[in-house]
């Protein structure tokens, strides 16, 4: 998965700047929740770290009941890595090029419209029903059990939009198999600069990506944590990196540990808010 070839195309790079092997292993399962919950009780010592996303550390302690980690007190944040928007997608035989035509299309669908997700509670979700929200549409969601499938039927017209991940949606965009009318980010994505924000489409309160952090155990010593984000930050910024992760539909964020800490915070609060209002439950 995403996550795990995230960890891969810096593995190779930390273990040189730290003399010492970096393994990546794959802890799948539970949206993530297993490997986020194995890495909180391990040693604060600095030589196990887990690949976070918006997942494991916002929307899964909102919606699952047996998550055992706490996202902000069980760990301690070394930088964000990478962050990509989603992809507000349509099916080609879908009326609309841009989001007023969009609007527009629904409004005059009698019984609504509905629209696909990878699954119940990621980010494709959330944005749908904040979309609901603003737009007061009729619009009813459709989870899935991952982006292939919900792709899948986009393609076949059997589900006429949805929010993807812009790693999944694009080359199905690049091959006219959809339609991509906006991305969720604050501003224009470098990958695919041709498409305008949610902002653009008219909507500004649509802010909504999906990132990918590096995190330790809580208890870490400040310094190793500092070490681990100087190597980091200085292999993310290798153009070769960007370039690797530019190919998945991303682009180089880093951070400090302490703006890490905060976006945390800050992207609960705002999970929980669509959650609540919306009702979500996991499935």
Request: net charge neutral; hydrophobic share 40%.
């Given at each position: 998965g995403?996550?795990?070839i ?32 194995y ?7 600095g030589y ?12 899964n ?12 007190k069980?760990f ?12 507000l ?9 841009d989001?007023?035509?969009?609007l ?8 609504g ?13 959330l ?5 609901k ?7 009813v ?11 899948t039927?986009l ?5 006429p ?31 695919a ?16 990506d ?5 995190f ?7 310094p ?5 984000n100087?190597?980091?930050v200085?292999?993310?910024k ?12 991303m ?10 800490r905060t ?11 669509i ?6 439950q996991?499935?």
């Amino acid at each position: 998965g995403s996550v795990e070839i995230v960890s891969r195309v810096i593995s190779d790079r930390l273990a040189k700047a730290l003399g010492q092997p970096v393994v990546v292993e794959s802890k799948g399962g539970a949206a993530g929740n297993i490997g986020a919950q194995y890495v909180a009780t391990q040693p604060a010592d600095g030589y196990t770290l887990v690949m976070g996303t918006q997942s494991t550390h916002g929307t899964n302690p909102l919606l699952f009941k047996e998550t055992q980690h706490d996202p902000v007190k069980d760990f301690e944040p070394i930088t964000m890595v990478a962050a990509a928007p989603l992809l507000l997608v349509v099916n080609p035989k879908v009326p609309a090029t841009d989001g007023k035509s969009l609007l527009e299309y629904i409004r005059q669908q009698k019984q609504g419209a509905s629209f696909g997700s990878a699954s119940t509670g990621g980010g494709g979700h959330l944005a749908g029903e904040r979309f609901k929200k603003l737009t007061g549409l009729n619009l009813v969601h459709i989870p899935y059990k991952g982006s292939g499938p919900l792709r899948t039927d986009l393609i076949a017209g059997h589900v006429p939009m949805s929010f993807d991940n812009m790693a999944s949606a694009l080359p199905a965009v690049q091959a006219g198999q959809l339609r991509a009318l906006a991305v969720t980010s604050a501003s224009r994505s470098s990958v695919a600069p041709q498409i305008p924000t949610m902002a653009e489409a008219g909507f500004p309160e649509l802010v909504l990506d999906t990132w990918y952090a590096l995190f330790a155990p809580a208890g870490t010593p400040r310094p190793i944590i500092d070490r681990l984000n100087e190597e980091v930050v200085r292999i993310l910024k290798e153009p070769e990196v960007t370039e690797k992760l530019r190919g998945l539909g991303m682009d180089v964020v880093t951070t400090t540990p302490d703006e890490m800490r905060t976006r945390v915070v800050e992207d609960i609060a705002r999970y929980k808010a669509i959650i609540d209002d919306a009702g979500i439950q996991a499935q």
